[in-house]
């Protein structure tokens, strides 16, 4: 069995940033050596464009929830625990559980715009300076704000299903449609969720009121809810033609008199197209991640804490090429001591910065400067990377 390169490894906080250089510890001061960054040449030997590697902090500007807190470490909600892959595949109860709670968090996710660190990435992008872009985000908004730009999405993407048999992708959209239909009660209690705004408030304290705890990738928590009693649809190709499984039989696809997968199944189970905790990066994807490293002279780190290996790998990876390195992110940030270890923390930026400032903020003012400045690169942007009433009420009717 490989090893899963998606993990959760920290739970205690990072070693607090030095900021490099010193006088980046204001946005004039860090916006100055971002552009002497972007300015220098890279060294000797490696190409010039600049590849972007950014994280859930950068999409928390658009009301999306972050793993980790302002240490870097997995402790914004203590007693969140995402569900493995393993799980995912062997339990119908811990599915019913998973696609109830993405079921409600599917309409805030959806609604969601990319923020103006996703626009400053595009701009950087328009004036030469970003060539790919490489995301642990499952948010698409990459994609979106600049859809000209090379990204890769590492961990995968949200908008789409994947079935665990066959491999075939399904629109999101279409697969939220079947789940309110099979699950009438449930999207009565969201349509009255979103029409009280109770998905939509950033007051922690009037979520737990109303009930309702907000998680990372779309994952709403209403204490005391009946999981059990919902149901999500089977792959429609499997369905039609059951796959062979890897003993050689035909496996068993079938669904109840509504179209629910049925336990009596083996095949046709429907994940998020995203890389679970505990499942591994397919080999393509991460060929793709190294290619962009090894494709581009500096690394641009935004709005991560690089926990997770299959990112911190990647930045390991640009260092051992000799590529600067800068960092924009809040808190620490998993073994940066190891990616500066030799960096001069007087010099200004154009060997490597460390700023501990939100992408939100520093980022359009970033461009802006390099606009007027008239910071224009030499290389161009390729098309394609290298290879209402009571939640209460409404659940006691439910379980009844």
Known sequence: MRTPLMRIPYTEPFAHPSTIPATARTLPGAVSALQTFFRSPPPAGLP?????????????????????????????????????????????EARKRYWARSYLG????HKAQPNAGHYAVRDLGRLGLVSSVITQNVDSFHARAHPEIPTLELHGYLRSTICTSCWDEFPRDSFQHELARLNPVWAAFLRDAVGSGALDTEDPGEKRAR?????????????????????????PKCLAKPPPLADGTRGVCEVDHQGAWSPTSNAGVLKPAVVMFGESISAKVKQ?????????????????????????RLAKRAKDRGMPIAIVNIGGVRGEDVLFVDLDPDQPGGQGARVEMSTESLLPVLVEELSRSGSQATHHVPTTLPPGPSDSTLFKDMLS
């Open 48 to 92: 010039a464009p600049t590849v972007v590697l950014t994280g859930a902090g950068l999409s928390v500007a658009s009301g999306l929830a972050d793993y980790r807190g302002t240490k870097g470490t997995y402790r914004v909600n203590k007693t969140y625990r995402p569900i493995y892959y393993h799980e995912f595949l062997a339990s119908h």
């Open 106 to 109: 599917w309409s805030t996710l």
């Open 211 to 235: 009930g309702i705890r907000m998680n990372p990738d779309g994952d709403v928590d209403v204490p005391d809810a009946p999981y059990s009693t919902f149901r999500y649809p089977a792959c």
């Open 288 to 312: 793709g991640a190294e290619d962009a490293i090894d494709g581009a002279g500096r690394l641009l780190v935004l709005a991560t804490s690089l926990a997770t290996y299959s990112a911190w």
